[in-house]
């Protein structure tokens, strides 16, 4: 079992940057594989980000090459780094959580077992 807990949401102003953290309880944090979610009012979830527990990153059409997702097994931690936010960015974004092998990505939210409660981000014009 695995417990996730997002932290880093907030309001920020157009253009600028923030970084989410979601710190992940257990010892086999390292087996498993991450991704982030986001979801808008009255909009389904999407993928913003995934990564293998290898390093093997994948991205969301949203991503636009603006956001990075990182871990450090050694500190339970998945990361996704959002610069350059737009208005359009403003959403809960989740953080996930699946056992796979070392290099499986998971691009789907239905194939993720694990879920945390969720960060919101706002994004002012």
């Known amino acids: 079992q695995v417990q996730l807990v997002e932290s880093g949401g907030g309001l920020v102003q157009a253009g600028d940057s923030l970084r989410l953290s979601c710190a992940a309880s257990?010892?086999?944090?390292?087996?498993?594989?991450m991704g982030w979610f986001r979801q808008a009012p009255g909009k389904e979830r999407e993928l913003v980000a995934a990564i293998s527990w290898s390093g093997t990153s994948a991205y969301g059409d949203l991503a636009s090459g603006r956001f990075t997702i990182s871990r450090d097994n050694a500190k339970n931690t998945v990361y996704l780094q959002m610069n350059s936010l737009k208005p359009e960015d403003t959403a809960v974004y989740y953080c996930a959580a699946d056992r796979a092998g070392a290099w499986d990505i998971r691009l789907k939210d239905r194939d993720y077992h694990y879920w945390g409660q969720g960060t919101q981000v706002t994004v002012s014009s």
């Open positions: 257990g010892r086999t944090f390292s087996s498993y594989a």
